[in-house]
């Protein structure tokens, strides 16, 4: 009988064992459930890597409707390594599996990959997106693909993107610039005296490099961006978003229509802080008709040194932008510099008169790259640090729009000529590189 018992004690117990493990294991597997299980059994072909590695900007992911842009070392993120920023289409996201090249083999297995979607997408069918990926242990990995369910046993076709910022620990003082302007997208001018004139007066204010993400530009900017790239301090990225897509040339697509906002604009944004991540101290986030304008210091490190002193928790620096229109300049009948009337677009420095500002003020970003996750345009999405409105007594954006399209009454228009502080070193640059690019025709004639 006592033997009985024992027996039927051990049965309660194993059946409860038995029902714990049923409920932990199966029915509750915990967070990684919408995650898809790794792939092991590649049919690879070669085993070597990578076979064939995009050279381009935009790539497009086999078996759907996204594009890749670029893949990035980025350990900020727990759990994460890679960074591949990337346009999905919304309404299209699938899971994927990240495949590593490691040491020139391909890696035994894949990892599952995490697909973040920025917030600001305005509308639009497209939208920038982070895919983060894991390295396996014991992999060096120096390129990285993607596959979806549908191509997951195919490996030998894959198309490769290399790793960048490979180093992550690198310290301040050692990189390479202080400034890097970033302007996002260049499609279809030809606004050459406006660029030469602006380029310039970034060099002037300790600006180091210029990333321009190129579409498209006439024939002018382009002998110009082409003498810049030569000199190093222009650094032209191609961006054919084009070939892809039909992108909007507006910022909200229930008033301009498209794919994407802005001809890509937050890929590339985001995209060129990644670029500059172990390079540049700081990222300046605006656009070519837009000057950072220090007004009580004559270069922005000064500024952003004894701002950075104060708040040394800052990593995101918003700038108040100001608007200066187009407005009839008095000049004598000769005009300023003659020989500039032959190069297209504006002079910058006729726009001496701005609008007061109506308290309705829109900011642009200097950024330190290494605290920023995801950024828009004018706020950062995701960021590691505090943020700081700089006074605009203090600094503010000369913006100088082709054109407005409101008029403003004369007693909110105020004269200020900043830029006319810079003009004895100005001047004579911007006509230097003008005839180095072979844009002042009256002097190519003699």
Same mark, same amino acid.
């Given at each position: 009988?006592?033997?009985?018992?024992?027996?039927?004690?051990?049965?309660?117990?194993?059946?409860?064992?038995?029902?714990?493990?049923?409920?932990?294991?199966?029915?509750?597997?915990?967070?990684?459930?919408?995650?898809?299980?790794?792939?092991?059994?590649?049919?690879?072909?070669?085993?070597?890597?990578?076979?064939?590695?995009?050279?381009?900007?935009?790539?497009?992911?086999?078996?759907?409707?996204?594009?890749?842009?670029?893949?990035?070392?980025?350990?900020?993120?727990?759990?994460?390594?890679?960074?591949?920023?990337?346009?999905?289409?919304?309404?299209?996201?699938?899971?994927?599996?990240?495949?590593?090249?490691?040491?020139?083999?391909?890696?035994?297995?894949?990892?599952?990959?995490?697909?973040?979607?920025?917030?600001?997408?305005?509308?639009?069918?497209?939208?920038?997106?982070?895919?983060?990926?894991?390295?396996?242990?014991?992999?060096?990995?120096?390129?990285?693909?993607?596959?979806s369910q549908l191509d997951s046993v195919e490996v030998s076709s894959q198309i490769w993107l290399p790793i960048r910022n490979q180093k992550?620990?690198?310290?301040?003082?050692?990189?390479?610039?202080?400034?890097?302007?970033?302007?996002?997208?260049?499609?279809?001018?030809?606004?050459?005296?406006?660029?030469?004139?602006?380029?310039?007066?970034?060099?002037?204010?300790?600006?180091?490099?210029?990333?321009?993400?190129?579409?498209?530009?006439?024939?002018?900017?382009?002998?110009?961006?082409?003498?810049?790239?030569?000199?190093?301090?222009?650094?032209?990225?191609?961006?054919?978003?084009?070939?892809?897509?039909?992108?909007?040339?507006?910022?909200?697509?229930?008033?301009?229509?498209?794919?994407?906002?802005?001809?890509?604009?937050?890929?590339?944004?985001?995209?060129?802080?990644?670029?500059?991540?172990?390079?540049s101290r700081y990222v300046l986030l605006h656009d070519i008709d837009e000057i950072i304008m220090p007004y009580q210091h004559n270069s922005?490190?000064?500024?952003?040194?004894?701002?950075?002193?104060?708040?040394?928790?800052?990593g995101v620096f918003f700038i108040e932008k100001h608007i200066y229109p187009k407005k009839p300049f008095e000049e004598s009948k000769s005009?300023?510099?003659?020989?500039?009337?032959?190069?297209?677009?504006?002079?910058?420095?006729?726009?001496?008169?701005?609008?007061?500002?109506?308290? #309705?003020?829109?900011?642009?970003?200097?950024?330190?790259?290494?605290?920023?996750?995801?950024?828009?345009?004018? !706020?950062? !999405?995701? #960021?590691?640090?505090?943020?700081?409105?700089?006074?605009?007594?203090?600094?503010?954006?000369?913006?100088?729009?082709?054109?407005?399209?409101?008029?403003?009454?004369?007693?909110?228009?105020?004269?200020?000529?900043?830029?006319?502080?810079?003009?004895?070193?100005?001047?004579?640059?911007?006509?230097?590189?003008?005839?180095?690019?072979?844009?002042?025709?009256?002097?190519?004639?003699?």
């Open positions: 009988m006592e033997k009985w018992k024992n027996l039927r004690r051990k049965f309660f117990f194993l059946s409860i064992g038995i029902f714990i493990f049923v409920v932990v294991v199966v029915i509750f597997p915990g967070p990684d459930e919408a995650i898809p299980n790794p792939i092991r059994n590649l049919r690879r072909g070669p085993n070597s890597c990578p076979l064939e590695t995009s050279d381009k900007t935009i790539t497009p992911l086999k078996n759907t409707k996204h594009l890749l842009v670029s893949a990035y070392m980025d350990q900020r993120v727990n759990g994460f390594d890679i960074r591949i920023i990337s346009i999905f289409r919304r309404d299209s996201i699938q899971p994927l599996q990240c495949l590593f090249c490691c040491a020139g083999q391909v890696s035994n297995t894949t990892t599952p990959a995490k697909i973040h979607e920025h917030s600001d997408n305005f509308g639009f069918p497209f939208a920038t997106t982070d895919v983060m990926c894991q390295i396996p242990q014991t992999c060096r990995a120096t390129h990285v693909s993607l596959l992550t620990k690198g310290k301040e003082e050692e990189l390479q610039y202080d400034f890097t302007v970033c302007i996002s997208n260049l499609f279809e001018f030809n606004n050459a005296l406006q660029y030469a004139q602006t380029l310039e007066m970034y060099r002037l204010l300790g600006v180091g490099r210029v990333v321009i993400y190129n579409t498209s530009c006439g024939p002018d900017l382009d002998r110009l961006l082409q003498s810049y790239s030569k000199e190093g301090f222009v650094e032209m990225v191609s961006w054919p978003i084009t070939q892809y897509m039909n992108p909007s040339r507006g910022w909200l697509f229930s008033m301009y229509g498209g794919d994407i906002h802005y001809f890509g604009q937050l890929a590339t944004l985001n995209e060129c802080i990644y670029r500059s991540m172990d390079r922005l490190k000064p500024l952003m040194d004894i701002l950075q002193q104060q708040h040394p928790k800052v005009g300023l510099l003659p020989k500039w009337r032959g190069v297209p677009s504006f002079n910058i420095l006729e726009r001496i008169y701005k609008w007061v500002p109506d308290g #309705k003020a829109e900011y642009k970003l200097i950024v330190q790259p290494r605290m920023v996750e995801q950024t828009s345009v004018h !706020l950062v !999405l995701e #960021k590691f640090g505090e943020e700081f409105k700089i006074p605009p007594e203090l600094c503010h954006i000369i913006h100088a729009p082709l054109s407005t399209h409101t008029v403003q009454p004369l007693e909110k228009i105020q004269l200020d000529t900043r830029l006319w502080d810079f003009n004895d070193k100005l001047i004579p640059n911007v006509k230097n590189v003008l005839r180095r690019a072979g844009l002042l025709r009256s002097e190519s004639k003699t």
